[in-house]
């Protein structure tokens, strides 16, 4: 039997009126995690559809954060290295006040290359700075993902300022600061979105 005749006869004896499982919606992906990574405007979609908190990490800004192109569910908060650990608080303060498991997705927003993202190294250390300080904070229930992020801050954290002025990102002319601020706290945390059950915000 030919290969089109086997799967004519395949086709044929399929039920009638039943839908394909790919045509089901899928999941977030790292569902199962508190806490999440993951890069650029596809990331977003992948990991913050069904998050309480999308967390826009830019080490080195160079384009306004995507609101309106960013899932539409989650409250938004965005954070360089300065802001980190003011953003771990808040977060936790979040959960706190919500009195229910807070789903956080730390997206890194990366550089733009030919029509798609590159990786910059200034992202990352700030995400791993996040995850740090909320793992301190007690919310350690982390995606292997956000877990690398994580150890890559760690491991790196004497380097950090070095890592961002020898960025590709600083080299071709941006620049913020590679320090987090302590002084900074929960209330200085730029909120561009808030949590829809959040009374304070």
Do not use: C, N
């Not at 913050?48 to 800004?61: F, K, Q």
């Not at 080299?171 to 945390?189: E, M, T, W, Y």
């Amino acid at each position: 039997m030919s290969t089109e005749q086997h799967s004519t006869e395949l086709q044929s004896t399929e039920p009638q009126g039943t839908e394909s499982t790919s045509a089901a919606p899928r999941s977030s992906e790292q569902e199962r995690y508190q806490v999440r990574f993951e890069w650029g405007l596809e990331g977003a979609a992948a990991v913050a559809s069904d998050a309480d908190v999308l967390v826009w990490v830019d080490g080195i800004p160079t384009a306004d954060v995507p609101v309106d192109a960013l899932p539409a569910a989650p409250a938004i908060v965005r954070t360089g290295m300065p802001e980190a650990a003011a953003v771990a608080r808040w977060l936790v303060d979040l959960q706190q006040r919500l009195g229910s498991r807070t789903s956080i997705a730390i997206v890194a927003a990366g550089e733009q290359r030919d029509g798609g993202i590159r990786f910059a190294v200034e992202d990352l250390l700030v995400a791993g700075a996040v995850i740090d300080a909320l793992a301190a904070l007690g919310l350690d229930a982390t995606s292997p993902e956000a877990a690398a992020a994580e150890g890559a801050y760690r491991h790196l954290q004497r380097a950090v300022a070095h890592l961002f002025t020898a960025s590709t990102t600083a080299v071709q002319g941006g620049s913020a600061p590679a320090k987090i601020d302590p002084s900074l706290g929960a209330g200085d945390v730029e909120v561009l979105r808030p949590h829809t059950r959040d009374v304070s915000a």
